[in-house]
């Protein structure tokens, strides 16, 4: 570089870094500055970009309106997302007052309910309960009700002889804050040391609002000393159809005597009272029992029989109190009631009775005829039961003991037994799982006024026992045995005799005797009924007359008479038990004319048809009949009868 070039450059260097130099120079060309109104467009209007950036007016005027459109929009967004951030926040702040403050809204967190009751209550005396309720929130609870439950056989203290199940009390309002007490109570009955429970239910509303809200609460008690105790001695399982026992002890722990001390029971489905000591009323239910003395005890000894299918499970209870009306059968006071559960199970080896193709607990047969019976037995088990015995006992004052009988059992007459074992049938020695038979017997009722003595409804019991011996799964031989019954009813033995007269009886009977060919002779028909043991409803006694015998009349009006059908019908109504042994028969007269025919000469021709007897007896709920023979004009035993008059002469 020559030497007058390079002190050029060092000359500017120095100029361009001196302090005095560059103030001035800056200085000298800053300019003074003023706003600007003017806006650039965001894009270049298509022209430009043709042009290198340069734009007609017209262009740059149509990218400013874009640019103003624009800045609109970006306005009203910016607009709607601070709304929504205020919107946000308004929320918040009155989500945080509800919750923080209270507002209007009622926590069930904040209401107190408490049920205070003694711990030990002794049944059959007043106790109270404390209820307390208690208000947190900071709003009132409007409508408040207290609704409580009793347990069963609580007693109104006011009025011991009204059940009290439920009550509601009526509170009205509980302001913020506000604590309020109410005293409910009852006369407790039950089981010494049984718990109870009383539950007890808050309702409430909220002012300005429809709802009924809840809240509960429950007081736990134990039952301590009652005036009565009640026990029960029953088996826990029992076998379908087999008797079994059920003692009831009744032990008065009162320090007083108890009065008018009443006992009833509840049975289930399917049982059947047998017996009962002392003697039961309302169907074996209820026993009045009167007074028992402090510390002493009574007992009450029930037998019967329950239906139902394996695994049953059957509850009796057995509730004590006390009732002044001897003709009521409820108890107006109860003191405690007590539960127990028999499980059902099916005979091991079950057996069925049969009389005359009918089976079940009643069975009716006619009287003074023969009956034909059937023993069925099956093995229930899944193992074999060896030395099998049926035993059937059959007793009743109507039976004929003489008539018994059965092909393969041995009768014994001294108790009145039929007895089927391995001796008598081989099979019974070893009877297979599920194994079944048959037996058949037969037997009698006793003839109506059999030794003089007429029987009024007559029964006969059959009872069946049935036994055996089992192996459990263990090997160990274990005897089972069931049982089965029947009641025999025996019905009414009806008879009925018809008979005819002409020289005796309520009518004067006219014509040629013996009677004539086309010539009118008149005879009486005598109707007789007899009735043995039951009463009989609704008897009646119809016949036909034939078409050569006209109906003259009766001398009563209970014989009536129908010319379509040409019968004549006697109605008894009622006939009590003993018409005709104990008491007279029955008897009914009516007057018939004969008109022989030629065919008819040389024979004694019927002057009814034959006669039926029929009705429904009210003891064996089964209909009974009896029929007579036509009567005919031989008049056996009507006196000024004689051989000869009773065949149709020629005119």
Known sequence: MPPEEKDDIELLKNKLYSRAHTQKSISDIRAPLSPSTAEAPVSWPPSAEASGGQASSEHTKSGLLSYQESKQKMSFATKFFIGSLVFFAAAATAAAYIFFGGGNVVSQSNIDLQVVAPSLIDAGKAAQLQIIVGNHNTTALSLVDLVITYPDGTRDPQNPGTALSEQRISIGSIAPGQQIKQTAGGIFYGQEGTQEKVPVMLEYSVIGSNAVFEKNAEADFIIGSSPLSLSINAPSEAIAGQQFPIDITLQSNATTPIQNLVLQGQYPF??????????????????????????????????????????????FRFAAGSNTDPTDTTIAVPILTVPQTITVHKPFISGTITVNGQTGKNISVSGAASQSGTIAWTNNLTTAITNAELTLTLTGPALDKNSISSPNGFYQSQNGTITWSSAQDPELASIPAGGSGSFQFSFASLPAGSGGVLITNPVIDLNLAVQGTRADPGNVPEQVA???????????????????????GPFTNTGPMP???????????????????????NASVSAVLPPYVKYVSANTSDVAYDSASRTVTWSLGDVNAGVGYSTPAKQADFQVVLTPSSSQMGSAPPLTGNASLTGQDRFAQVTVSANADSPTTLLTGDQGFQSGMDIVAPN
């Open 270 to 315: 399917g049982f059947s009272v047998v017996s009962a000591s002392p003697t039961a009323q309302a169907g074996g239910t209820f026993w009045q029992l009167g007074t028992i003395a402090p510390g002493a005890s009574t007992v009450v000894h029930l037998v019967g029989s329950i239906d139902g299918q394996e695994g049953d499970q059957k509850v």
């Open 482 to 504: 069931s049982a089965a019954s029947a009641e025999v009813s025996v019905a009414s033995a009806l008879s009925l005799t018809a008979g005819a007269l002409h020289f005796s």
């Open 515 to 537: 009677p004539k060919v086309n010539s009118d002779t008149s005879y009486t028909i005598v109707w007789t009924v007899q009735n043995s043991s039951n009463t009989i409803a």
